[in-house]
């Protein structure tokens, strides 16, 4: 099972590399360069395997959000050579990240389940089940790990830490809440739900833009909006789209990225399903059937795309 787990190349003008846990950033004087590889991580941690095409779908489906967006706020992506490829701006980018939810699930299920009635500065109200819907969304920021755990932080503690200004964080709250609104109606036009997802936002020449991905299976759950309500009421779990199942399966298996905790084996059954799942949300987010790339000369196409490019800059 071919995939793309990393690139190594070395081009014109190039400033700097940064490996990410799934992209890895080509620095140039005022642009980068980001390749969508196939890697896949959960609990912070890199899995063994990569999955074949899960890189295109990230890159093609955060190309198309970002474009659906640009009327909102300003964001970074240029160009897409590639299908796992985007270039764009070179922001200083903000040492948190813009999480917002509108439902209760995944980590902020987790925590309140085991007790907690305060998320990151937010109060949370009693008789909450699983996925349920929130009176209304909440901004949940985290921490920008380089290296280990996100964590999470307030609004507050954000403010107090000088991490970002209160003039900036009041215009990445607005951005936050403007993009999720957009993003849920386009997800209901495709019957699906927004759950929650997470904004990632830079400064460049004191303007604010969004960058990175945005609304991909990678940053944010879908559920099925048809049967939602009946499943919440019967007290079944939700049919979603998003990387849970893999946190889940590596649960089921006794992994959530502690320490002493082995990755269970990845088989190419395993593989796949995870592969079937990411071209499935493509198909369900985007109306679009993906154009499957060739993964015979996969490193030498991308590298050609990426250089042909810089020449006509």
């Not at 992209?23 to 642009?31: A, E, L, N, P």
């Not at 917002?100 to 009693?126: N, Q």
Request: aromatic letters at 10%; hydrophobic letters at 35%; proline letters at 5%.
């Amino acid at each position: 099972m071919k995939a793309l787990k990393e690139t190594n190349f070395s081009f014109p003008g190039q400033s700097n590399f940064y490996r990410g846990k799934v992209r890895d950033i080509y620095y140039f004087d005022k642009k980068m360069v980001m390749v969508a590889s196939d890697r896949i991580s959960a609990f912070d941690v890199v899995l063994p395997r990569a999955i074949p095409f899960k890189g295109q779908v990230l890159n093609q489906v955060a190309q198309k959000n970002l474009e659906a967006t640009r009327d909102i706020c300003p964001n970074w992506l240029e160009a897409s050579p590639d299908p796992n490829v985007a270039v764009g701006l070179m922001c200083d980018p903000f040492p948190v990240e813009m999480v917002i939810r509108g439902y209760l699930a995944g980590h902020a299920w987790r925590e309140y389940r085991d007790g907690k009635r305060m998320l990151c500065g937010v109060p949370l109200p009693e008789g909450l089940k699983e996925n349920d819907k929130l009176p209304e969304p909440i901004i949940t920021p985290t921490t920008k790990a380089h290296e280990g755990h996100d964590e999470d932080i307030s609004r507050e503690e954000i403010l107090a830490n000088g991490l970002v200004t209160e003039a900036d964080y009041v215009v990445l709250e607005k951005y936050t809440r403007a993009l999720f609104q957009r993003g849920t109606e386009l997800a209901a036009d495709r019957g699906l739900i927004l759950v929650d997802t997470k904004y990632e936002f830079g400064k460049l020449a004191d303007e604010i833009y969004l960058i990175d991905e945005v609304h991909t299976p990678d940053s944010s759950r879908y559920f099925y909006k048809e049967g939602y309500q009946q499943r919440q009421d019967a007290g079944e779990e939700q049919k979603q789209l998003s990387k849970e199942f893999v946190r889940q399966w590596l649960i089921a298996n006794g992994f959530q990225g502690k320490d002493g905790q082995t990755v269970p084996e990845m088989t190419d059954e395993v593989v796949k399903s995870i592969s079937d799942r990411y071209l499935e949300l493509f198909e369900k987010v985007t109306g679009d059937v993906l154009q499957k790339q060739d993964y015979s000369e996969v490193e030498n196409r991308i590298e050609k795309k990426i250089l042909d490019y810089i020449k006509t800059e």
